[in-house]
């Protein structure tokens, strides 16, 4: 089952999660010098596990990270919930806006023929 990932209107939040069977920290920025979202990912030990990624739409987030999708057993996407094709800004993005942060499963991704 895909997984939205609560996302605040502040420029810099935290957020522990768990998403396959695992639970990691979730850092969101936004750049102000080139108006982009990005994220962290924190294993629960604290050991980086992936570093600024930058939040697109429309896309898998982690799928080229090998080692994510491993200890997650899934990926990050954004979701865009309208049709229009606007970028992300500071103002759209987050849990009831325009783009969304979501956790789908390896398997929810295979079932779906996403990947």
Not at 59 to 86: M, P
Request: aromatic share 12%; with cysteine.
């Amino acid at each position: 089952m895909a997984i939205q990932i609560k996302v605040e209107d502040h420029s810099y939040q935290e957020k522990l999660v768990t998403v396959g069977g695992n639970s990691v920290n979730i850092t969101f920025t936004f750049n102000t010098r080139d108006s982009r979202w990005y994220f962290d990912l924190v294993d629960r030990n604290g050991i980086d596990i992936v570093s600024g990624v930058k939040i697109l739409p429309s896309q898998n987030l982690t799928g080229h990270y090998l080692d994510v999708t491993s200890i997650i057993g899934g990926n990050f996407y954004c979701a865009n919930t309208r049709s229009n094709r606007e970028d992300i800004t500071r103002d759209n993005f987050g849990t009831d806006k325009q783009f969304q942060f979501w956790y789908i499963s390896s398997e929810e991704e295979v079932e779906k023929g996403i990947t």
